[in-house]
């Protein structure tokens, strides 16, 4: 590199560098942030009562244990997945592509994501596809099919499902695949792995229904 | 024992993750700003990072940079806003970069040092959303690796990336310096 391009580099860091303003976060959002990591903290109030107790220490850890369970509606996972489907549902243009069929929508994925969506409900008549487009789920790219049953609309969201908060409830079958089946703000949701992907199905279709989609789904 | 780490680990994994987390807001807010160009949309995307990291703390792999991946999941979080803002369904590439070749004019580097604050500002804004955050990395002090992770490239791009974005930068600068 010639000097004067060296010096034109270095004029352009020293600008960056001196002049570029940086504007600092306000208080007010420091003061919330702070406030949604205390949040994070568990009850320091269970801990000081079973050493206390003595003898009844084996009694209140078992309580402890279950107050600190997280209801259903509290995990991460399905919390997430149901905010995707409100998402989609408020959305303008909740697909980025349009269906013109799975082999046209699959293919669009391609290079917009780092792992291959498998999704076996192909041009079934009693599930349309809407479309599909990218949205994310907590820290990770995800793929999201969006169906239609008579009114209802239903989000299909696949993800690598690595070391994610998965759901601990009683085994919902879908056919051979495992699954959790579970409720929030209303929304049914589905949730089960095939391989090393995560899928969840979520929508106001009862639960009944979306198991239909759901065994379809997780067919091999 | 599955149930005890259950009970135990989201809120300790969140609670210890959030507070290193509160160290990098300032540098997340200042990224936010340059990606939105709005303060208060700026302070709603800090937040929405911190809610989603906070959720995902498990998947922090601990050791490895929490900074940058933070700034991933802000990034992440903007492109998504912006995707479902997006009007058309289906879309040609936003992001196309401005290619400029290196200039052959490199004496004009003493105008630089007349601009003034808000005009790098303006010029920095006007560079597409993959140029701008590599500049802005660039500043942070992230190694080119970590800039790949944030950006969800290869590695080896980083380097010509930057170089292209820094002689837009330096392009544009030199029509407010005239």
């Known amino acids: ?220 | 024992m599955g149930a005890k780490l259950r009970v135990m680990g989201p809120d300790k994994a969140g609670e210890a993750l959030g507070r290193e987390a509160l160290q990098h807001v300032d540098a997340l807010y200042a990224y936010a700003h340059y990606l939105t160009r709005d303060a208060q949309r700026a302070q709603d995307l800090v937040q929405e990072t911190f809610a989603r990291s906070l959720a995902s703390a498990r998947s922090f792999t601990p050791g490895t940079a929490l900074k940058a991946w933070l700034f991933r999941i802000q990034r992440n979080v903007f492109l998504d806003q912006r995707r479902r803002e997006t009007k058309s369904p289906v879309r040609g590439e936003l992001d196309a970069e401005i290619v400029i070749g290196v200039s052959k004019d490199d004496a004009d580097y003493d105008h630089l040092r007349g601009i003034v604050a808000s005009e790098i500002e303006a010029a920095l804004s006007a560079l597409p959303e993959p140029q701008r955050s590599v500049v802005l990395l660039d500043l942070e002090g992230f190694s080119e690796s970590e800039m790949a992770d944030v950006l969800g490239c290869a590695p080896g791009t980083i380097k010509s990336r930057l170089a292209r974005a820094r002689a837009a930068l330096r392009e544009l600068l030199k029509e407010y310096a005239r």
Do not use: C
Request: charged residues 20%.
């Open chain 1, 1 to 220: 590199m010639s000097t004067r391009q060296d010096e034109a580099e270095r004029a352009l860091t020293e600008l960056l560098a001196e002049r570029l303003p940086r504007p600092r976060a306000p208080e007010a959002l420091h003061a919330r942030l702070s406030e949604l990591v205390v949040k994070q903290r568990p009850s320091q109030r269970w801990p000081g009562v079973l050493a206390g107790l003595g003898a009844f220490a084996a009694a209140a850890a078992v309580l402890l244990m279950i107050s600190r369970t997280p209801a259903p509606s509290e995990n991460p996972l399905l919390r997430e997945v149901v905010n995707d489907h409100l998402r989609v549902l408020y959305a303008q243009h909740p697909v980025e592509i349009e269906s013109g069929g799975i082999h046209q929508v699959k293919p669009w994925f391609s290079g917009r994501l780092d792992f291959a969506p498998r999704v076996t409900v192909e041009d079934d008549p009693e599930w349309p596809l809407v479309g599909g487009s990218i949205s994310y789920v907590l820290d990770r790219k995800a793929a999201t099919f969006v169906y239609t049953r008579r009114l209802h609309t239903i989000s299909l969201f696949v993800f690598p499902d690595g070391e994610l908060p998965w759901p601990q409830t009683s085994p919902h079958m879908l056919g051979d695949v495992q699954a959790q089946a579970m409720t929030a703000r209303g929304y049914n949701v589905l949730l089960f792995k095939r391989q090393d992907l995560g899928y969840a199905l979520v929508s106001d279709l009862s639960m009944r229904e979306l198991s239909l989609l759901g065994e379809k789904l997780a067919a091999p």
